[in-house]
């Protein structure tokens, strides 16, 4: 089975950017959806923003639209999320996850996806 890792969390300030990076030990295109989530302290995970590795479609919860941008590298078998303009409210753990069985990756739901990586914190902070 694939394994998924992400890096590129850290401590910005209100206003700040990351980019998180999330690496697969197999191809990308061989999933048919990976999305990224998030769960702040206490509270449920939620979809952020998917992308379709085969055609490069991207879907994006309302609340992160025009700030985050997912993207992909094939060569490197890589996915990206570039946060932007980031909240305190946002200060999270972010998660990476695949699935290889026809998501509808416009559902950014967590019960779609069944391999999961360890996740990277971001904290939003002054």
């Known amino acids: 089975q694939d394994h998924l890792a992400e890096s590129g969390g850290g401590s910005v300030l209100p206003g700040g950017s990351l980019r998180l990076s999330c690496a697969s030990s197999?191809?990308?295109?061989?999933?048919?959806?990976i999305t990224w989530f998030r769960q702040p302290p206490g509270k449920e995970r939620e979809g952020v923003a998917s992308?379709?590795?085969?055609?490069?479609?991207?879907y994006y919860a309302d609340f992160v639209k025009g700030r985050f941008t997912i993207s992909q590298d094939y060569s490197k078998n890589m996915v990206y999320l570039q946060m932007n303009s980031l909240k305190p409210e946002e200060a999270a753990m972010y998660y990476c996850?695949?699935?290889?069985?026809?998501?509808?990756?416009?559902?950014?739901?967590?019960?779609?996806?069944?391999?999961w990586g360890q996740g990277t914190q971001v904290t939003v902070s002054s």
């Open positions: 996850a695949a699935d290889g069985y026809g998501a509808d990756c416009s559902r950014l739901d967590e019960a779609d996806f069944d391999t």
């Open positions: 197999g191809n990308i295109v061989g999933f048919y959806c």
């Open positions: 992308i379709r590795p085969g055609g490069g479609d991207t």
